[in-house]
């Protein structure tokens, strides 16, 4: 028989102490998690993207399933009339390009941003104007733009992060 991706159900809030069980004992896994940012610092970096779940590649002919069983953090593995489940390769590698395109975007697209760099608003009622950009909000994923209309003043304007995109440098 041929090594198999199988299911793993983890106790509640358990699935990073079960991941680590399974990396001490070297069995290949994945967890798949999502990057967040959390409002408050202190809080998690990540989620896991299936709760309670994640996933071993193993030959359960070759490997004993009870050198997992009795894992802290284990709970079962997902099993259809007493028999393990498994997934194909393809299942695997599409979730975990789904699990980096989500992590892909999440990423801050203002990152390294300065005051007095030029920055375009995309949508609301500002869409398609240029603005410098001032700082980012505390706690909020909000931005403070100095918008130039009628006259030769800037104009403090607070806008959703999301609705900036850098245009270039002004130094």
């Known amino acids: ?22 990396q001490l004992r070297e069995v290949e ?33 070759v490997f004993p399933y009870r050198a997992v069983a009795w894992l802290p953090g284990m709970h079962r593995i997902v099993a259809f009339d007493g028999q393990p489940a498994w997934l194909p390769e393809e299942v695997l590698e599409a979730l975990r390009r789904q699990v980096e395109a989500a992590n892909a975007q999440t990423q801050d697209p203002l990152a ?28 909020t994923e909000r931005v403070r733009v100095l918008l130039k209309l009628l006259a030769r003043e800037h104009v403090s304007l607070e806008v959703p992060a999301a609705e900036v995109v850098r245009v270039r440098a002004t130094r």
Request: aromatic share 16%; charged share 20%.
């Open 29 to 61: 896994s994945y967890f798949p998690r999502l990057v967040r940012k959390p409002v408050n610092p202190r809080s998690r970096r990540w989620a896991p993207y299936f709760p309670g779940y994640l996933f071993i590649h193993v030959d359960l002919e």
């Open 112 to 139: 390294g941003l300065q005051p007095g760099d030029l920055v375009r608003i995309t949508s609301g009622p500002f869409a398609g104007y240029e603005a410098l950009f001032d700082t980012r909000i505390n706690g």
């Open 1 to 22: 028989m041929t090594a198999h991706w199988y299911t793993l159900h983890s106790k509640p809030n358990q699935e990073l102490l079960l991941w680590n069980q399974l």
